[in-house]
């Protein structure tokens, strides 16, 4: 028996190399296709297995479909500085439908994104509330974000949404998900994103510790933070931009929300008094801008400025 040539196990390889392109790209087309019509998050891109209830998870994801529930008029949006604010007390005192799509450690981008992603859903939205604090005083047009955030869930382009399908922790979502519609008992969370963070904060029992305590303690500084100082704040235009597009009807309330005294102490009480110091009191040098660039939009405000110190 001859031996097999060179020229035949090159052949073999080249065979085996292409069948196996072949069937990864099979399994991939596949698994898109799947989490594409079992939509993890309920984004709507997919209806065919929506169950119009939202799966217990974490309010960055969640948003996804409470943000297009058509149920609800209004939204409030901000991170953890505003999320105790409970949806339906202001639809109690407005009897407008009130959603909270506030997401904790989230700055102007990734709230920006979740009004984008409101508005797309509604687009005559009856009011919004939207918390404006110290981490919208940034120079950075890029507005960074500290924490990881599904930017790709909210995207208009579709490469970005299947891009963002092919993570681990989504293909785990899609099992999980699998799982919760076949379940007899679907457990489900709010449908108003109403979640009172506090008593989970209080577990962690160390909120009183000495290293809590002394950063709230700690005064502003004297100069603020670089990149935080002005004169030009990209998140204001961005919402500027959003705002242009709402009815004239369209309430629209931005609130500051309370600084813990030691943050606020240094607050100009004049107008001639120099600019305030520190991170959380650079706020009062843009307040200005975004004030402007809020009330040039085609839109009926409502400028609520909360300063509570407590």
């Keep these: 028996m001859a031996p097999p040539s060179a020229s035949a196990g090159t052949r073999d390889w080249t065979g085996f190399a292409r069948l196996f392109v072949r069937v990864a790209v099979g399994l991939l087309a596949g698994y ?20 119009g209830a939202v799966r217990p998870q974490g309010p960055r ?3 996804a479909l409470r943000g297009r529930d058509p149920a609800f008029e209004g939204a409030v949006f901000g991170n953890s500085h505003i999320q105790l604010i409970e949806p339906a007390r202001l639809t109690a005192a407005t009897g407008i439908p009130f959603v909270q799509l506030s997401v904790p450690a989230t700055g102007p981008g990734e709230q920006l994104a979740l009004l984008a992603w409101f508005l797309r859903h509604h687009p005559q939205p009856k009011a919004l509330v939207l918390s404006v604090d110290d981490l919208w005083c940034t120079d950075d047009p890029a507005l960074p974000n500290d924490k ?10 579709p490469l970005a949404y299947a891009r963002g399908l092919l993570r681990l922790p989504v293909a785990q979502e899609v099992v999980g998900r699998i799982g919760w519609l076949l379940g007899a008992r679907r457990r489900q969370a709010r449908a108003d994103g109403w979640w009172d963070y506090e008593p989970d904060y209080l ?11 002394a950063a709230r303690e700690t005064s502003a500084p004297e100069e603020a933070a670089p990149g935080r100082a002005g004169p030009g704040f990209p998140a ?11 009815p004239e009807d369209t309430a629209m309330v931005a609130v500051l929300p309370p600084v813990y005294a030691p943050g606020a102490r240094r607050l100009p009480v ?41």
Excluded: K
């Design 148 to 157: 990881p955030f599904p930017f790709w869930l909210y995207s208009h382009d």
């Design 32 to 51: 898109l296709a799947l989490a594409f019509v079992i939509d993890p998050y309920d984004s709507g891109r997919s209806t065919l297995l929506s169950a």
């Design 270 to 310: 004049t107008a001639g008094a120099r600019s305030p110091p520190g991170a959380r009191a650079v706020w009062a040098a843009a307040l200005p801008t975004v004030e402007a660039r809020i009330r040039a939009a085609p839109v009926r405000m409502r400028m609520v400025m909360l300063r509570l110190r407590f």
């Design 61 to 63: 994801t969640a948003a």
């Design 203 to 213: 577990m962690l029992g160390d909120l009183d510790g000495e290293r809590f305590r």
């Design 236 to 246: 204001a235009a961005r919402l500027s931009e959003a705002l242009a597009t709402l």
